[in-house]
């Protein structure tokens, strides 16, 4: 009996199939990071300066708004501010922003007070009615006493102020009396009284030419009771503006 064929071999197995793995994905952009944003100082007076100071990171656009513009990563700039502002960094990048704000403050310095009113004018003739002293005599006597000497000092003083306030000012210096001994008497001793004054203001530095001397006597006296306060009162030297 005839044997039958053996049976072909199977075909080997198909080799197993690999898989490459993808490749990895691309790093994640890192996100803008404002480090420091700073304002020195943050208060300043109208026309003073500040300065700005950033440190970014990781950015790819960087810029401080208010007319500042685009800026580097790290860097310094003056500012003049007029009035309190705020300004703001902006930086971006693909993987995130930041943003951070300053202000400036900006005081107005207080005007300066005005300056004080001028003094009121007043006229030579005011100011001697109501600064001049006058010079007060003893009985019968002519040379002066050492309050009258006192009060022409101040008289003198006051002259040279009204001199240098008004050039044309002058002044007369009146001889006065008390009612007794004859008119034509007194007359000559308020000469001397007025005379002595005159003298002395002139030692003091008053200039001659502005004084003039005139003898009332006994015709304009301040008091007319028959005692001696009231002789004493009449006894002096007067100063009055010259007319």
């Not at 039958?4 to 952009?29: C, I, L, N, Q």
């Not at 300065?51 to 003056?78: F, Y």
């Not at 007194?186 to 003298?199: E, H, Q, V, Y």
């Not at 003039?212 to 015709?219: A, D, F, L, V």
């Amino acid at each position: 009996m005839k044997k039958a064929p053996a049976p072909p071999p199977p075909p080997p197995p198909a080799p197993a199939k690999v898989e490459t793995p993808p490749p990895p994905p691309p790093p994640k952009p890192q996100a803008a990071r404002i480090n420091s944003f700073t304002a020195e100082p943050q208060t300043i007076q109208r026309g003073q300066s500040a300065t700005l100071s950033w440190s970014v990171a990781n950015a790819t656009d960087i810029s401080i708004d208010q007319g500042l513009g685009a800026i580097g990563a790290n860097g310094t700039r003056q500012v003049f501010p007029a009035n309190t502002i705020t300004y703001t960094l902006s930086a971006r990048s693909g993987g995130g922003n930041d943003m951070r704000s300053v202000t400036v403050n900006v005081t107005v310095p207080a005007p300066p007070p005005p300056p004080p009113p001028p003094p009121p004018t007043i006229s030579g003739a005011e100011m001697l009615s109501r600064e001049a002293q006058d010079a007060y005599f003893d009985y019968d006597k002519s040379d002066l006493r050492d309050d009258a000497r006192t009060a022409l000092t101040r008289d003198a003083d006051l002259l040279k102020r009204i001199f240098a306030a008004d050039s044309s000012f002058s002044v007369v210096i009146e001889g006065h009396c008390d009612e007794r001994g004859s008119a034509e008497y007194n007359l000559g001793l308020g000469d001397r009284r007025a005379t002595s004054a005159k003298d002395f203001l002139v030692g003091l530095g008053v200039p001659e030419g502005k004084i003039r001397i005139i003898s009332y006597g006994k015709e304009r006296p301040v008091c007319t009771e028959a005692s001696e306060d009231c002789y004493q009162r009449n006894r002096h030297a007067h100063l009055a503006p010259a007319q």
